[in-house]
């Protein structure tokens, strides 16, 4: 009897658990944004924009402007309680960076804010897109600032800090995150916790380079917000610049509020409130609990040995799964007996935020190109993951077989590798202006472009690179896919060649061998998709495509404008020559700003490269001496060659473009 009452008892009191449990959970409001792809939750205001998986508050321009810009969470966020009179706890988690390609530019920062308005920006520069210029007491907000530049008009401390707002950028408190080794402004990957706690009315924000919460605060304000949260408030960040070219980057954002907790008594702490529940209903006790009681065991007595079996099974698999992985990665460790770093896999997965899609650089047939941050140096690398399969770890194999003993300036480092969980990862050194078909074509519409003497150095930096791996390593590297995806450019806009994962090692003299053809459209020379074999001349055909790019602003084969033909850059560019008139391919957007001759030359190696007859291409080191002004430019015939090949098959480029459509 005392048994069953007590179970009476617990019943009770767990369902009323429940109900308090799920009515806190009702009045709460949670999201999370790991990544930003969809913005049906959020609206955009000014010149923020959606880039990449990453919300860009302010504008991306390589020339100091002011620009100002913000994201909001669109619905409402309840933080006041009118029947208990009591405010909402709350805690939020968001990824950022701040970085500028001027580093004598910076400023001014942005914000995190709660806000009763959803529908006004306010304005640039030290305003931070948060108050209006004219009326700086207008806006309510509660506000966090990230502040990335000195303005004595709001007391600021420095042009490094942290600091909590409330109706006014003249912060109540700040903080300096270089004391805890962090640089708002270094262009790493920063988290930042803002909690705040009403039953103990405390603020803290925690700052950390990786994505563990530090155990100490950056900033702790005894502050009570009872006062600035109401029932109806809009989350969100806002930022801006004056001046400058500063971008402001979200990554991530997670939201939540913690229920209406009412507020801890200050003193007497073990006495009861008046909200205390003193009573317990009274609940008769039915006579079917024995039954129940014997069903419930029942069920317990076959669940149990089934779960078991289930557990089993699934031990079974994953052990032998990762059996299969180690031995994998042992086989493969033991095939690089010298060579570039080993790195970690956890050091790897950190430095990429768990491989997340906003890190993303790039992707190709080897797999994702991920940014990675090493917070422990400081640096910034490229990180290519191999997708999972027999195919990715030959590839990876040959890449980094390949690279490693390679020393060139115009090729992209390797600074390491890794091979766990099932994983093939190399490390490059990290390229920040990205691909050359990014910069040619896909920041077309921004109005950023290459000047010619950029161009021109571009051309020859990458036959120095193919020269070099043709002719001057001890054994003789086919790329076998130069295209400009995989010609990366430096900080100083330097050509630096990479993706080996196709290229093949021979000794020099010898003949090629035959192999399934590989390599992009538009880049391969007849004769290499005719009979698969790979030589030092295919490279130079693609070269030749490549060449033509760079001083036309075209594709190899793109679509013409209001029709459905699809034009081949090399007959486009061989019909004017053969016109005469092959200056007038050079592309419009360089506004005539170059030197003819340097132009011409240009065209003129770019089609001798891609000559159809393999015999009348030139080698690299012909065409590195050309550019450089060592060698006079070979003949270029006014018609483009036919080639007939030995089979009996003709197949001229024509053909390449019609199978490409």
Known sequence: MHQRKHLVFSSVFFAFLLQVLLVSAFNNVTFDFPYFFDLRNLTLLGDSHLRNGVIGLTRELGVPSSSAGSVIYNNPVSFFDKESNTTASFATRFSFSINNMNPTSFGDGFVFFISPDNQTLGSFGGYLGLVNSSHLIKNKFVAIEFDTRLDTRFNDPDENHVGLDIDSLNSIRTADPTSIGIDLKSGNLITAWVDYKHDSRVLRVFLSYSSFKPEQPILSVDIDLSGYLGESMYVGFSGSTEGSTELHWIESWKFGTIGFLPVKPRSHPHNVSDS???????????NSTNRHRKRLGLGLG?????????????????????????????????????????????????????????????????????????????????????????????????????????????????????????????????????????VLYQECETGTSLNWSQRLNIAIGLASALSYLHQECEQQVIHRDIKTSNIMLDGNFNARLGDFGLARLMDHDKSPVSTLTAGTMGYLAPEYLQYGKATEMTDVFSYGVVMLELACGRRPIEREPGSQIMVNLVDWVWGLHGEGRIIEASDKRLNGEFKEEEMGKLLLVGLSCANPDSMERPTMRRVFQILNGEAEPMAVPKTKPTLTFSSGLSLTVEDIVSDCE
């Open 276 to 286: 205390s529940v003193n009573l317990m209903p009274n609940i008769p006790v039915s």
């Open 302 to 438: 076959i669940a149990g040995p089934a779960f078991f079996c289930v557990f089993l099974v699934a031990f079974g698999y994953f052990s032998a799964k990762k059996w299969q992985s180690s031995r994998t990665e042992k086989n493969i460790k033991a095939e690089m007996v010298t060579g570039p770093r080993a790195f970690n896999y956890k050091e790897l997965n950190i430095a990429t935020k768990g491989f997340h899609p906003s890190r993303i650089l790039g992707s190709g047939a080897f797999g994702n190109v991920y940014k990675a941050f090493f917070n422990s140096s400081g640096t910034i690398a490229a990180v290519k993951r191999s997708k999972h399969s027999h195919e990715g770890k030959t590839e990876f194999l040959a890449e980094l077989s390949i690279i490693a003993c390679l020393r060139h300036k115009n090729l992209v480092q390797v600074q390491g590798w890794c091979v766990e969980k099932g994983e093939l990862l190399l490390v490059y050194e990290f390229m920040p202006n990205g691909s050359l078909d990014k």
